[in-house]
């Protein structure tokens, strides 16, 4: 990603309540400094779709994670996770 792309991408992600952008990860963004590997909090998929066809090879790894709460453990056979979970983009 050019600095034009990332300038607008944090002008851009700055509009989505399901965004979540650290300051440290917005000075990487922006120039201003920081030694840290960006990452990106994302609330749905969907979000998380539109993010990655704007960043495109600019995001390296996702992840999911799933909180305690969603995580069905009543059967010991088997590990049922809910429709809620949240996601990390690492770029």
């Known amino acids: 990603m050019n600095d034009v792309q990332k300038k607008e991408f944090v002008e851009w992600s700055s509009a989505?309540?399901?965004?979540?952008?650290?300051?440290?990860?917005?000075?990487y963004l922006l120039n201003k400094g920081s030694h840290q590997r960006p990452f990106v909090y994302v609330e749905d998929e969907k979000t998380c779709t539109i993010m990655t066809m704007f960043l495109g090879a600019g995001v390296s790894k996702i992840e999911e994670f799933i909180s305690?709460?969603?995580?069905?453990?009543?059967?010991?056979?088997?590990?049922?996770?809910?429709?809620e979970h949240s996601t990390t983009i690492c770029n």
């Open 16 to 27: 989505y309540e399901t965004i979540l952008l650290n300051d440290s990860s917005k000075n």
């Open 68 to 83: 305690r709460e969603t995580l069905n453990t009543d059967n010991k056979d088997s590990l049922d996770v809910s429709d």
